[in-house]
C-alpha cells in the first residue's frame, strides 16, 4: 500500500516545509505496512532530502519531456535523479490542464524510466457521460504512457486514476468505490491486452481526487486502490495522521 502526498505548490516557506516533512514523517514512521511518498515542490527539495532518513521517499511533481537545456523553468530528469528523487509525478491533470499532451507525458515516463525514478503517471477523464467516451480518453491516456515499453518497464510504473472532476477544491465529488473499481479494472485490462495478464497484475493502480480520512478506507476495501495520491490533506498533518491510521486499520482487516 502506497500513501503519495502531493504538496502541489505549498507551503511558502522554506521553513514550514521541513516542518511538514517532519510532522509527515513522523506519521510514516507510525505505520509500518504503508510505504509513504511526499511529491514536493522542487524549491523545497534540497532542504527536505537533507533530512537524513528512509521511511519516507521523496519525489517531484513533474519533469520536463526532453533533455533539451533550452527549457527555461523547467526541472530535467537526471536533476531529479542527482539530487535524489526516486519518484516522480507525470501527467497530472493540473499539468494538463496547462497544455501537457500525451506525448509529452509519455516522454517524460521515458526519461523516468531511463534515470530510475518510479514514475507516478496520472490519467481520468474531464467529464462523465452517458455513452462512456470517457472510457476512450482514459484508455488513450494509459496506451500512450506504456506502449513500447517492456513489461519490467510497465510493471516499475505507478499508475494513478485521478478522475478530473474529482481533484482539488473545485471537484463536484469524490468517484464513489465503485467507479474507482470499475476504473481499476478497466486499466488492468488495457495493460492485460497490450502486455499479458501477469504483467497488469503487478502494475500498481492508486486512486486520487478528494481522498480524505472519511473516505479512505472504503477505496481500498470497496474500491480495490492499492494506494492513494493525496492533494489537499498532505497539507494537513493532524488530517493526513487520521487518513493514514483508517488506511493502516483497512489493510489489517
Ligand atoms: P486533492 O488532490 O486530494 O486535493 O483532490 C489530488 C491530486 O491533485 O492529486
Known amino acids: 500500500m502506497i500513501l503519495i502526498g502531493n504538496w502541489k505548490m505549498a ?3 522554506e521553513r514550514d516545509a521541513v516542518t ?9 514512521r507510525t505505520y509500518k ?13 534540497p532542504s527536505l532530502v537533507k533530512q537524513k532518513q528512509t521511511t519516507l521517499s521523496l519525489g517531484l511533481q513533474s519533469v520536463a519531456s526532453s533533455d533539451a537545456i533550452a527549457q527555461t523553468g523547467r526541472i530535467g530528469a537526471g536533476m531529479a535523479k542527482s539530487y535524489g528523487a526516486r519518484y516522480a509525478i507525470a501527467g497530472h ?3 494538463r490542464a496547462q497544455g501537457e499532451t500525451d506525448d509529452d507525458v509519455r516522454d517524460q515516463v521515458t526519461l523516468l524510466l531511463q534515470k530510475k525514478i518510479i514514475p507516478i503517471v496520472c490519467v481520468g477523464e474531464k467529464e462523465r457521460d452517458a455513452h462512456g467516451w470517457y472510457l476512450s480518453m482514459v484508455k488513450e491516456q494509459v496506451e500512450k504512457a506504456i506502449k513500447d515499453r517492456t513489461a519490467a ?7 494513478a486514476y485521478e478522475p478530473v472532476w474529482a481533484i482539488g477544491s ?4 469524490e468517484a464513489t468505490a465503485l467507479e474507482c473499481r ?3 479494472i478497466f486499466i488492468r485490462r488495457i495493460i492485460a491486452d497490450m502486455y499479458t495478464e501477469k504483467d497488469a497484475q503487478k502494475v500498481v ?8 480520512e472519511n473516505n479512505v478506507d472504503t477505496f481500498v476495501t470497496e474500491g480495490g486502490a492499492q494506494g492513494f495520491l493525496v492533494g489537499r490533506v498532505s497539507l494537513d498533518p493532524r488530517r493526513f495522521g487520521v487518513l493514514a491510521k483508517r488506511l493502516a486499520t483497512s489493510i489489517k482487516a
Open 93 to 95: 491533470s493540473e499539468r
Open 33 to 45: 505496512k504503508i510505504h509513504f511518498v511526499s511529491v514536493v515542490p522542487s524549491l523545497h527539495f
Open 205 to 212: 493502480i492508486i486512486y486520487g481526487g478528494s481522498v480524505d
Open 11 to 13: 507551503p511558502e516557506k
Open 20 to 28: 511538514l516533512f517532519k510532522k509527515t514523517l513522523a506519521i510514516a
Open 170 to 173: 473545485a471537484a463536484v465529488r
Open 182 to 184: 470499475e476504473m481499476i
Open 153 to 159: 518497464q510497465v510493471k516499475q510504473m505507478i499508475i
